[in-house]
Each structure stands twice: as C-alpha cells, then as structure tokens.
C-alpha cells in the first residue's frame, strides 16, 4: 500500500518539476495495449510471468529533478504504453548534489554541483 502511495505522490511532483520532453521510449513490441492506471516499480524482474513492451529512459541534464521525480516519469510512459510495472534497471549520477529547503529565505536550495541523474527502465506487461 505505501508503495502505491509513494508511486502516487511521485507523480504528482513531477507536475511541478518536469524534467524536459519526457523519458525515451522504445518500444519492444507492436501490440498495443490499454493505458493502465496503476504500474508497480521493481528492482529486479518479478517471479511471475511477464511480456517486455518497451524500454524507457528518463534523464535531468539540468541535475534539478530528484529519483523519485524521474521514477514517476518513468511510470506515467509506463501507463500509457499499458504495462502493470516498470523494473528500474540502471541509475547513474555523476555525485550526490541534494536540494533542500532553505528556512531563512523559504525558498528551495541546491548543494553539490547538481549533477544530471538518468534512469533506465523496462516496462512490462504481466501474463504471457
């Protein structure tokens, strides 16, 4: 349940930090499936059956946008591509820049070099 949650709350900070054009989807199959509402995000590849429909790639050259804002641009292409999950396959960031709320000014801060953060996905369809 938090889980869901998490994934829910993700997807609605990235409405207020888009990180550009959206992720990079190439898709490994033809078949065209339903948008679906929910979509589970993994670390590994689940133990029960699955179809592989695409790839997807979301990055931040800017180094402003946080994993979890990444992560749920990764599930919104996931949703209308149709898929059930995404197993999040290869994080990479250059070193770890943070954001943090700044109390005296109440505005947002960057510390480190905001370097850019890139997740690789695959999206997946459960069944066979």
């Not at 005296?104 to 695959?122: D, E, I, V």
Request: charged share 10%.
């Amino acid at each position: 349940m938090s889980l869901v949650f998490a994934v829910f709350a993700a997807v609605l900070m990235t409405a207020c930090a888009s990180t550009g054009s959206g992720p990079v989807v190439h898709r490994l199959t033809q078949r065209q499936y339903s948008p679906t509402q929910t979509v589970d995000v993994l670390s590994a590849a689940p133990q029960r059956p699955f179809k592989r429909i695409a790839r997807l790639r979301a990055n931040d050259p800017t180094g402003s946008a946080t994993r979890s804002q990444l992560v749920a641009e990764l599930v919104n292409a996931a949703q209308k591509l149709g898929a059930n999950a995404i197993v999040v396959q290869q994080v990479s960031q250059s070193s770890g820049s943070e954001l943090s709320f700044a109390p005296s000014g109440g505005q947002m801060q960057s510390s480190g070099g905001g370097q850019p953060l890139a997740l690789k996905a695959l999206a997946i369809r459960y069944g066979r």
